[in-house]
């Protein structure tokens, strides 16, 4: 199984990954996490399934609803 530490990326193309993998993701969100990199600009309307700014959230009762 996969564990939310494993999902949890701070890029597009991560996001982009998990949602063709077919699992839930996690955005921890920086100032790039939506720039162009080398894959490309990302898809318009992409979206993690959560997006959190620290890790301190994951614990949050919130997220793990949301999550689960």
């Known amino acids: 199984s996969i564990s939310i530490l494993q999902t949890v990326r701070s890029t597009w193309v991560d996001i982009l990954s998990a949602k063709n993998a077919g699992i839930k993701s996690v955005l921890l969100e920086k100032d790039y996490s939506f720039s162009e990199t080398s894959a490309g600009k990302p898809p318009k309307n ?3 399934t959560i997006s959190i700014r620290d890790l301190k ?3 949050s ?3 793990l ?4």
Not at 65 to 68: I, L, Q, V
């Open 61 to 63: 009762k919130d997220f």
């Open 57 to 59: 959230r994951v614990k």
């Open 65 to 68: 609803e949301k999550f689960h």
């Open 46 to 48: 992409l979206k993690p």
